[in-house]
């Protein structure tokens, strides 16, 4: 039996979510328990956290937070979520905000000291509570420290002797790059400061300390493990990741189905299921009224995209292909919010075709739901992809997806005309090539509905299990925790 598995991250779904790592820590912690290894997430406090159904109490006040020598204390409070320990750390100056990273679309300029202090607190914390963990493993840019102290306070500290870390990566594109002046505040020894280690071009690289540092990194597809060895995908960093390729690997995200299912999802007006999909024509038909669109859609194909409106979702190969996707007589729905003149295009839009393009620039948990099971078709066309959710959702509630062949969607969606396909795949992110595919889709909805029906019911059968993801991960720690054993005698 391993001791405790310590997950560290900035978001966890349903107390915290901007994206796929709230879904992601929503249901891997858990996943893992349920495996029977005992787990715990550390995580930020934030003013705006929904902690309404799992009441939280306080259990180290003043915890001393720091590295090398504690300046300053966080709040620590504990909730019993599903089996699993959530500890927050709370800090009222930095987290006590009404948004995670920023507003609209600038950062808290004070970001890095914000997540510096985050991963400091989170080693501390794990101290405090005189259990060394199996494994610590952090997610992302914000958590990407934690690793680099774990490497260096194993020379000195038997507790941390026998403890693994893993660092996985969820978007390469996110670094957290800040000013070299900034190294200070980490408390890392001089010898961090290094190409190898979390200098980067004269900067500080948050991300970099995670690479350089943890025993093992993944990524959260296979597809994508492979994409950031190369200068296209690596986003800089391709060099440092290719000296580490013999301990990368991809393990797929799964989908937590206890939240997205169309046979259980409260969230809908109509429930419904790969044996019985007569509810998806309600869900529609309700969708449209919800709004505003035209009701004769409801013999139309409608597309739907959910997502940030940003160039890795290549919302704007959707814009650049808009009149001609009218021309197609389909209805078009746009959920996201992101760069602002991405949103205004996405109202323009709606109101360029009134009742033909409805586009809600909001963050909005349940509406993403009922979109998912009242569009036929889910348009994904990703720059780059590491994992990405939405699709496996959208492949669950029979809305076959239009994506680009990168990372997770290569790795989870069958392209048609594949006997067994599961959806459209184009090869390169021109509006051409998109617009094709969605062109073929279209003409199957129209032309040939049993092979259509044939797809839907497919891409509804498919299952990307956490429990599948969570074994994989399991197996990981245990090799890591066990060679640990046997090197520290
Ligand atoms: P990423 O993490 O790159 O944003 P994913 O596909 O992994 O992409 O996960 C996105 C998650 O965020 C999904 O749960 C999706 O439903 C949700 N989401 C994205 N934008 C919105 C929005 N505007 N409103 C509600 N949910 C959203
Ligand atoms: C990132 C990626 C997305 C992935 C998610 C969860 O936000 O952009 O592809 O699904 O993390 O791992």
Redesign the pocket.
């Known amino acids: 039996m391993l001791p405790r598995v310590f997950f560290i991250t900035s978001e966890m779904?349903p107390f915290s979510?901007?994206?796929?790592?709230?879904?992601?820590m929503g249901a891997l912690p858990l996943t893992i328990s349920r495996l029977g290894v005992p787990t715990a997430v550390i995580t930020p406090f934030y003013g705006r956290l929904s902690t309404a159904d799992f009441p939280v109490r306080l259990l180290l006040p003043n915890c001393p937070v720091g590295y090398p020598w504690p300046p300053v204390t966080a709040d620590i409070y504990s909730s019993d979520y599903h089996g699993v320990s959530i500890y927050f750390i709370h800090r009222g100056e930095f987290f006590d905000r009404r948004y995670y990273y920023g507003e609209r679309s600038s950062d808290y300029f004070d970001n890095a000291e914000r997540f510096i202090f985050f991963c400091k607190a989170a080693v501390s914390l794990m101290e405090e509570l005189q259990e060394p963990p199996a494994v610590v493993h952090a997610h992302e840019w914000q958590s990407a420290l934690v690793p680099a102290y774990l490497h260096f306070r194993r020379r000195t500290s038997l507790f941390w002797e026998k403890t693994a870390s893993v660092f996985t990566l969820?978007?390469l594109a996110f670094q957290g790059r800040f000013s070299s002046r900034l190294f200070d505040e980490t408390g890392l020894p001089d010898e961090a400061w290094d190409a190898a280690g979390v200098e980067f071009y004269g900067d500080l690289n948050m991300l970099k300390g995670g690479i350089a540092y943890a025993d093992a990194v993944t990524t959260?597809s296979p597809s994508y493990s492979r994409e950031i060895l190369t200068e296209k995908f690596g986003c800089g960093l391709d060099g440092v990741l290719r000296s580490r390729e013999f301990n990368l690997r991809g393990i797929l995200?799964g989908a937590d189905y206890s939240v997205?299912d169309p046979a259980t999802d409260p969230l809908l007006p109509a429930m419904y299921s790969k044996d019985d999909v007569r509810g998806k024509d309600l869900c529609k038909r309700d969708l449209l009224r919800e709004l505003d669109m035209d009701p004769d859609l409801a013999k139309r194909p409608v597309l739907g995209f959910?997502?940030?409106?940003r160039g890795?979702?290549g919302i704007d190969l959707i814009f650049r292909i808009l009149p001609e996707l009218m021309a197609l007589d389909v209805g078009l729905i746009i959920?996201?919010?992101g760069k602002p003149a991405y949103e205004r295009a996405a109202v323009e839009f709606m109101k360029a075709y009134p009742g033909r393009v409805a586009a809600?620039?909001?963050?909005?948990?349940?509406?993403?739901?009922r979109i998912?099971a009242g569009s036929d078709i889910f348009l994904?066309p990703?720059r780059y992809?590491?994992?990405?959710?939405?699709?496996?959702?959208a492949l669950r509630y029979g809305t076959p997806p239009v994506a680009t062949a990168v990372g997770?969607l290569r790795d989870t969606i069958i392209p048609w005309p594949a006997e067994n396909a599961t959806g459209f795949i184009f090869l390169n992110s021109t509006p051409a090539d998109f617009l094709e595919a969605v062109r073929r889709a279209v003409r199957l909805w129209e032309k040939d509905k049993a092979a259509w029906n044939g797809i839907m019911g497919r891409a509804m059968g498919q299952a990307f299990t956490w429990e599948r993801s969570g074994r994989r991960y399991i197996d990981l720690y245990r090799g890591l925790y066990q060679g640990l054993q046997t090197y520290a005698g």
């Open positions: 779904y979510k901007t994206g796929g790592l709230g879904d992601v969820h978007n959260v995200n997205w959910i997502g940030r409106l890795q979702k959920l996201g919010e809600a620039v909001s963050y909005t948990e349940d509406l993403a739901h998912q994904m990703s992809e590491p994992c990405g959710l939405t699709q496996m959702y997770g």
